[in-house]
């Protein structure tokens, strides 16, 4: 975890309570450090760098929250605004987006 | 490959706490993305040419096993590939190709001078997600452009990008490499791509293929490459650079992008024969890694092959190690010390710092290697009025003074990386 995500996650503005899924056009690569995203409709590439939030990620779909999805990737209270925050910039590049629910 | 292109050092995983920059040195099991030069055919014959294209090879791959390549592709998760050439559009299974890709999840972005572009080719391109097309233009004006791409390329370029513009597609690309002739039209080049919608992107010319001829009167000097620095600084994201210029983050400011040689790290070139090079700007034997058509397959070369292994190893940074700029610069681009007969371990021949020109000066009389294979087109030159060429030799075979040929692909894949977020 980099200083600099945890420095963002200050000022997180996701909202964990809400359903969120990966943006269908995207596709994910899993890798040692982590992941990298793919992008098909912006063109843009991303990086997860660790495990754990390819965890959070590849659930957010099924999890009724991303908070619940923190729950069952393990994460503690004190990592939430870290992940938050990644998450946050995932959605702000399309590479997840908020579920409409049915 | 005869001798080993970097200080050797153990080969070892790197242990995942390590910088994502690190994480790529060492190597993916498959790359992020490549280019694929689909033929070395081509109706120009740009001086510049980084494949010396011009004529179709007779080996090239057929369309079975392109699309065979293609299934591997998807099979190693391999995002995109950059379509380039020679002119791939000429390939006659070009749109069928770009077709199967896509329905495979791979990406396609593809390069070309756009002669194939009519309304029709434009309409289909804009109603697919899935690709992404790169006009080539070396000049804001006919007259910069064609004296490097050849007599009427503005027009067909300019023509290419008016049907796309009308067909709706949004954002595609001008890829423009940076010589020293229009490093002074950024701004026209940048209005250019505003008026029909596009983005704009530029990258550094290298000594590759024929450009290895041309690149002593073409390649930006000192002050201008500082200038193009500072307009790039301005202009940050707004403007594409294939992550092209890294080199350049010797001045201080990183550009935007990742400041990495993915050579057989995290990208490749497959060549129109199924040759697999470590890059698109590094057509030698000495960066050759195998070929597709071996037992393997492609994966195989990428996993297996020497040549990449030797690539994925540490590296000292040589000469440089010490220069308080190696940490942004990493000592430039593989591509451009060979093909000037430089060290691989000391500066690029373009080091902001200076050294490259010392370097230079110091290697003078000695020759550089030359780029295996030559397709150029036996033909004429191409009326340059820049005097890029020197006068052909009659001593000469043909192919050896012919000029011609271009490729419009000029990609370092990875552009368009956003650092991401962390975790």
Redesign the interface.
Known sequence: ??T??QA?GARAGFDLDRPWQLHP?V?V?P????A???H??T???????????LTVVSSLGDAPTAREACRLAGLTEAELP??A???E??AS?QMIRERVSS | MTQPLVTRAPLT??P?T?P?VE?FACG???P?CLTWELTYACNLSCVHCLSSSGRRDPRELTTAECRAVIDELERM?V??VNIGGGEPTVRPDFWDLVDYATAH?V?V?FSTNGVQIDPAAARRLAAS??V?VQISLDGATAEVNDAVRGPGSYATALRAMRHLAEAGFRGFKISVVVTRQNVSQLDDFKAIADRFGAQLRLTRLRPSGRGADVWDELHPTAGQQRQLYDWLVAHGEQVLTGDSFFHLAGYGEALPGLNLCGAGRVVCLIDPIGDVYACPFAIHDSFLAGNVRGPGGFAAVWRESELFADLRRPQTGGACHSCSAYDSCRGGCMAAKFFTGLPLDGPDPECVKGHGERALSAAAGASPPRPSGDHSHRTHPVPVSIGVRPPADPGLPPASRGLPPDRACDESPLA????????
């Open positions: 975890m980099s600099e995500t963002r056009q596709s690569r890798e040692r450090f982590g990298l995203l793919y098909f409709g063109r843009r590439l991303s990086f997860l760098k660790s495990p754990a939030l870290a992940y925050a990644a998450l910039t995932l590049s | 995983r790197p995942v390590l994502l994480q993916l099991d498959a992020i998760q995002f995109y999840h990406g972005k997600d899935y992404d368009g990386f956003s650092p991401g977020p962390g975790g």
